[in-house]
């Protein structure tokens, strides 16, 4: 198992180490979200995938975990997940008879795919109040507002 997901994680050239046996953690770049670190842990029956989301919001949780619980209706391979203290994953297990490069490819497309596309949303739901602070703190020292452009449409006074 441990030679068809190096292979596949050289094949999609994710950068990627093995702290363990049987145990990766690959690095997803993105656009929005700018790397989803992702492991993938060989278990005695199935391959586990986990990467990190985003950490518990703010505010606003009633629409935040609605948002997550109707993503999860359409999703392939992994799901929204919470951890104990609300932080929220993307995870998944694979029976090891299912693996094979082609599925690695497509699961890692699929924890890129939602993390990356949902990843200013969940913000702007579950941390709008943030985000309009952090806006208003770098406006008045003159700050770069760079990173904060897919926010703008709300947390922008002038807009």
């Known amino acids: 198992?441990?030679?068809?997901?190096?292979?596949?994680?050289?094949?999609?050239?994710?950068?990627?180490?093995?702290p363990r046996p049987g145990a990766f953690l690959a690095k997803l770049p993105g656009q929005h979200k700018l790397a989803t670190m992702?492991?993938?842990?060989?278990?005695?029956?199935?391959?586990h995938v986990e990467a990190f989301f985003c950490r518990q919001p703010d505010e606003n949780h009633a629409e935040f975990y609605r948002w997550?619980?109707?993503?999860?209706?359409?999703?392939?391979?992994?799901?929204?997940?919470?951890?104990?203290?609300?932080?929220?994953?993307?995870i998944g297990r694979v029976p090891l008879a299912a693996v094979s490069e082609e599925e690695i490819d497509r699961l890692l497309g699929c924890v890129l795919t939602y993390s990356d596309e949902g990843f200013d949303?969940?913000?702007e739901l579950g941390f709008a109040s943030s985000i309009r602070r952090e806006w208003e703190w770098r406006a008045k020292r003159g700050e770069s507002l760079a990173n904060l452009q897919a926010f703008a449409r709300f947390a922008d006074p002038e807009r």
């Open 1 to 18: 198992m441990r030679e068809v997901i190096e292979a596949a994680l050289k094949s999609a050239e994710v950068s990627y180490e093995e």
């Open 38 to 47: 992702t492991w993938l842990i060989v278990g005695d029956r199935v391959l």
């Open 68 to 90: 997550l619980l109707t993503k999860n209706g359409s999703t392939y391979g992994v799901h929204f997940a919470l951890d104990p203290v609300g932080d929220v994953y993307l």
């Open 121 to 123: 949303r969940a913000l």
